[in-house]
């Protein structure tokens, strides 16, 4: 079965350190792997993606992600953190399976939390 | 461009209220969805719609109908609500394409069942 694990619940980092959050997935075949971010009571909005390529993602906000396939994992990472990136973020993976019209299956979210 | 607009934001139902939710993107995507969210479950979808005129069961189907009406609008209708169906709703829409097919959500609608 696919799947995606977000292993931590919640980060919790000093504004300016490095950040951080981890996703590993599970799928047949060559993965679509996505970030997304939630604010307090909005929508989810897409940071990156990965369909192939370079194995380093930029996407918005300075975010960038690492696609390691060995190690099936797809974290989210970010040189300085800002206060304001403080959100839940969710790793996602598109479902591979014949007729699956495209949907994601989505981890169970990490909150990240930037302390000043 | 307002991208993908559901409404209402919040309700409150009481046990056995029926209730419809409304969703329309102006994207001309093929593919809808809808999704719940609750804590520590991350999102599941419960719909979704490929293409104008076919829907499909995703995840959590129980409880819930949904209507394609037309390629911009596809709402989620609760029959008979039960205090199970306190959540948040997500509408979604994307291109369907081998692109990556990158998927937009909408704010979102706050249901509380009491």
């Known amino acids: 079965a696919q799947s995606v694990a977000q292993p931590e619940d919640q980060v919790n980092v000093a504004e300016g350190n490095p950040l951080t959050v981890k996703c590993t997935y599970s799928?047949?075949?060559?993965?679509?792997l996505f970030w997304y971010v939630q604010y307090p009571n909005r929508g989810l909005q897409f940071l990156l993606k990965?369909?192939?390529?370079?194995?380093l993602v930029k996407g918005s906000y300075g975010f960038e992600a690492e696609f390691n396939k060995s190690q099936t994992s797809f974290h989210l990472k970010k040189p300085s953190a800002l206060v304001s990136d403080s959100a839940l973020y969710f790793c996602?993976?598109?479902?591979?399976?014949?007729?699956?019209?495209?949907?994601?299956?989505f981890g169970s979210g990490t909150r990240l939390l930037v302390r000043p | 461009n307002a991208g993908v607009t559901q409404t209402p934001k919040f309700q409150v139902l009481k046990t056995g209220q029926s209730m419809t939710l409304q969703c329309a993107q102006d994207?001309?995507?093929?593919?809808m969805y809808w999704y719940r969210q609750d804590p520590g479950m991350g999102l599941r979808l419960i719909y979704y719609?490929?293409?104008?005129?076919?829907?499909d069961k995703g995840e959590v189907p129980n409880g819930y109908n949904v209507s394609r009406l037309n390629k911009r609008e596809f709402s989620l209708r609760l029959e008979s609500a039960a205090p199970s169906q306190t959540s948040v709703y997500f509408c979604?829409?994307?291109?369907?394409?081998?692109?990556?097919?990158?998927?937009?959500f909408g704010e979102g609608s706050w249901l509380t069942v009491v």
């Open positions: 719609s490929a293409s104008e005129g076919t829907t």
């Open positions: 990965y369909i192939t390529g370079d194995n």
């Open positions: 799928v047949s075949g060559n993965p679509y």
């Open positions: 996602a993976v598109r479902d591979m399976e014949v007729d699956s019209s495209y949907k994601l299956i």
């Open positions: 994207m001309n995507h093929n593919s």
């Open positions: 979604a829409s994307s291109a369907q394409d081998n692109s990556g097919n990158t998927i937009y």
